[in-house]
Structure formats: C-alpha cells, structure tokens
C-alpha cells in the first residue's frame, strides 16, 4: 500500500483584524490563540487538499467533508511559554503544548482502514511523530511566533514548517478520507495476490503431477524389462534342461557336479555385471536375468554338442 505523507509545508503567515492589538499581542493571548488555530486548520486543510489531490489515484474525495473533519479537531494551546529573539522588536517566540483532539468517527475509520492496509494505527502514528497521547488527546511540543504591526491594527501569527502536528494530522485526515479508495485498493491488492498465489500451486501441481508421471513411467519401464527378462530366463532354462535330458547319462553323471559349480559361478558373474547399473532394483533385477539368460543359452549350445557323441569324450560350458 502507498503511504499517505502530507507534503512539506512552507511557513504561513495569517493576519487578523482589529485594534489595540498591541495588549493581544503575547503568545498566550485569546487572539494569539485564536490566530494559531485557524492557521492550523487553515494549513491543514490546504495541505491535505494538495495531498490528495496529488494521490488522483486513489480516487476523489469530498470537499466537505475534509472541512468539516478538520473543524471537528479540537485543538488547545496549554502550558504557553514567550520569549523574544530581540528585545527591541515586537516578534515574540512562542512555545506551547499543542492539544489536538480527534473526533471519534475521524479516528475509528482511520484505524480500520490503516489496519487493514497495514500502515500502523494512528497511535502508532502519533508515536512515530513523537506526539504523546493522554485520553483521547493528543499533544507536542509546538513553537510558533506572534508579532503586532507596527500602528498595532494587525496581529501576525506565525508557525514553523515542520510540525510534527501537521504531519500527523494529515496522515490521519488523508487516511480518514480516502478510507474506501484505500480499501478498494487493499481488496484489489489481496485479490491479485491470492491470483498469483493460486497460479503458483497450480504450476506447482501441474509440476508434481509431471514428476509423478515420468516417476510411474520410469517404474513401469523396470517393471515391463523384468517381466520380459523374467520370460527370456525361463525359455532359456527350459532350453538348457531338454539339452541336458537328451545327453547321455553317463555324460549326465560326469558333468552334474561341473554343472553345480558353473551355475554358482554364473549367478555370480550376472549379479556382479548388474550391480549399479540402475536405481530402480527391477531394472537391475533385469539386467542380471538378462545376463543369465545369455550364458545358458551359450551353455545349452555348448551342451548340444553332446547329444548323440559316442566318443566318450564330452564338451562343457566355459565363460
């Protein structure tokens, strides 16, 4: 969410008329008082005016509306102090702990609306602002200067441009009063959010229903090549068993321990060719069957040369 800062003021300067204005004249006066409220209304509401002005993006606001929040603000100056830079001049320096009264709508609705685009509460606010809050009064430190004409008709107030009060009131008001736009745009916020996050679970199930596919794929290819291994063994076993039937017995007896030790061998052989060559244990299951099903089959052949010998002398396996 934007934030919403009140621009830097520059320092005004606002007359009043009347007369004997000389004995009005010290910072504590009703009409010194007067002048710095109206000046702070004044300013606020000209300045918010820009602010928001400058935010069209937000949407309008109403006129009213702003002025009637901003008469609403109860403003106090207590605890007035008065120096003078120069003792020949009639410019009196003022200090005064500024009172700043907030109406309760103002301030509820400013709440809401902060809270929910997370910009801090208006206590938080007027704490960043070093403002203090007793009650429901707010209040700082506040300088500002009040010099008489010279004919005495008119009396001048004057504040700095860097109010802290200023600013936290016009972070306050602009929040108050643009509190739909900003909520229309929080919703907005929130709902592309929620958009983008969707779209990422979607890529990221699409992703993991890819990986599942080729992880089953890739299982079923191990389990098809040990099926078909599995098949190849049994014929070539088959094969090896009517060879060694149709030889003679005798050659039978000769070559049966032979045959004990070269089977042990090539199972040996067909599990070390295997080892490591796969993850998945079909596939190596597979490739060691596969293994065996080569060398029976050159066993039977070798075997087949047996069969109807009568030179007494027999042919055996080899690796």
């Known amino acids: 969410m934007k934030k919403l800062l009140i621009a830097g003021l520059m320092p005004v300067l606002v007359l009043l008329g009347g007369c004997n204005m000389t004995s009005s004249s010290e910072c504590g006066?009703?009409?010194?008082?007067?002048?710095?409220?109206?000046?702070?209304?004044?300013?606020?509401?000209?300045?918010?005016?820009?602010?928001?002005?400058?935010?069209?993006?937000?949407?309008?606001?109403?006129?009213t509306e702003l002025e009637n929040a901003v008469k609403r603000i109860k403003i106090a100056l207590n605890d007035v102090r008065t120096s003078r830079d120069d003792p020949d001049s009639d410019r009196y320096s003022c200090r005064a702990t500024l009172s700043l009264e907030?109406?309760?709508?103002?301030?509820?609705?400013?709440?809401?609306?902060?809270?929910?685009?997370?910009?801090?509460?208006?206590?938080?606010?007027?704490?960043?602002?070093k403002m203090k809050r007793r009650g429901g009064t707010y209040t700082t430190e506040f300088d500002y200067f009040i010099q008489p004409t010279d004919d005495g008709e008119k009396l001048f107030a004057e504040m700095d441009d860097d109010s802290p009060a200023l600013s936290f009131l016009g972070e306050t008001l602009a929040s108050y009063l643009l509190a739909d736009e900003i909520r229309e745009e929080k919703i907005a916020e929130d709902m592309a959010k929620a958009e983008a996050e969707r779209e990422v679970r979607e890529a990221e199930l699409a992703e993991q229903q890819m990986e599942n596919e080729a992880k089953q794929a890739f299982e079923?290819?191990?389990?098809?090549?040990?099926?078909?291994?599995?098949?190849?063994r049994k014929l070539a076993s088959e094969r090896i068993n009517a060879v060694w039937t149709a030889m003679p017995v005798s050659f039978q007896k000769d070559l049966d321990s032979l045959h004990n030790a070269w089977v042990k061998e090539m199972k040996a052989r067909c599990a070390t060719e295997a080892a490591g060559t796969d993850t998945r244990s079909s596939m190596r299951q597979a490739r060691e069957l596969s293994c065996q099903t080569r060398l029976v089959r050159s066993c039977a052949s070798t075997l087949e040369r047996n069969i109807g010998n009568r030179s007494g002398q027999f042919h055996y396996c080899r690796f």
Request: without cysteine; charged residues 35%.
């Open 220 to 232: 079923a290819e191990g389990a098809a090549a040990l099926n078909s291994a599995q098949v190849q």
């Open 102 to 129: 907030l109406p309760d709508v103002v301030e509820k609705k400013a709440n809401e609306v902060r809270s929910m685009a997370e910009m801090g509460t208006v206590r938080e606010l007027a704490n960043r602002y």
């Open 29 to 63: 006066s009703p009409e010194a008082k007067e002048l710095i409220d109206d000046l702070l209304k004044e300013e606020l509401e000209y300045s918010i005016q820009n602010e928001l002005d400058a935010r069209k993006e937000l949407g309008s606001y109403d006129a």
